[in-house]
């Protein structure tokens, strides 16, 4: 099973480029998540999907939008890079049906380099 | 909104010695769930231990244990014998129990766990 995948595993872009970053989960979980992780931040909640359809923001949204394509994929955009999104991005994907063996399931990780 | 506070950022200690590593929370919610997850160099977030808030009993899984207390909001995860592979960081998380959607996990900031030969 793969699980969540994310790509890139890495990208470096300049200040103002824009790119996105891909999620997709095989478990058939209706939440989806996006996280960032900073030095002595933790994770934070950038976004998250509820349903297919349905997006909310998080704890730190601003700069980032996402879409819910499907059931299956949850994609992180950053429309205009700054520094301050230089950051580690979690996607994870939760489903009630395997909570109770682990209330998220995560990617491997993306970390973005913004120079 | 929920907090999760993990006061201790680096600790360190001697191969197969004992560590505790300290977190607390604040909710106003009756029943939730936490959680300790150890992120390795790997970047890969892995569940350690989990714990049902209107559980009594302190969670175990093989050497990794729980101190839970539900009145002073304080949930501390006990490392016995501790191992090289132990060297991570180490997040408290909290989940209210409706689960997914804006009830996510809530994280504390980390505790980085250095494992000394």
């Known amino acids: 099973n793969a699980g969540v995948t994310q790509t890139p595993k890495f990208q470096v872009l300049k200040t103002g480029q824009s790119m996105t970053l891909q999620c997709a989960q095989d478990?058939?979980?209706?939440?989806m998540y996006w996280y960032r992780q900073d030095p002595g931040m933790g994770l934070r909640l950038i976004y998250y999907?509820?349903?297919?359809?349905?997006?909310d923001k998080g704890e730190v949204p601003n700069g980032y939008n996402v879409s819910r394509l499907n059931k299956r994929e949850f994609s992180l955009r950053l429309e205009s890079a700054a520094p301050s999104q230089t950051s580690v991005y979690f996607c994870?994907?939760?489903?009630?049906?395997?909570?109770?063996?682990?209330?998220?399931?995560f990617g491997n990780g993306t970390r973005l380099t913004v120079t | 909104a929920q907090t999760v506070t993990q006061s201790q950022p680096e600790m360190s200690v001697q191969e197969a010695e004992t560590v505790t590593l300290s977190c607390t929370y604040d909710?106003?919610?009756?029943?939730?769930?936490l959680f300790w997850y150890k992120q390795p160099p790997s970047r890969q977030m892995i569940l350690v231990i989990r714990?049902?808030?209107?559980?009594?009993q302190n969670a175990t899984e093989n050497r990794f244990s729980v101190n839970f207390q539900k009145a002073a909001k304080s949930f501390s995860l006990k490392i016995s014998d501790s191992q090289l592979g132990d060297t991570a960081m180490y997040f408290c998380?909290?989940?209210?129990?409706?689960?997914?959607?804006?009830?996510?996990?809530?994280f504390g900031k980390g505790t980085h766990l250095i494992i000394q030969p």
């Open positions: 994870a994907s939760s489903g009630r049906e395997s909570f109770y063996n682990s209330p998220l399931h």
């Open positions: 909710t106003s919610e009756s029943n939730y769930y």
């Open positions: 998380a909290f989940m209210k129990p409706s689960g997914g959607g804006a009830d996510g996990l809530t």
């Open positions: 999907s509820a349903s297919e359809g349905t997006t």
């Open positions: 478990m058939n979980h209706n939440s």
């Open positions: 714990q049902e808030a209107y559980k009594q």
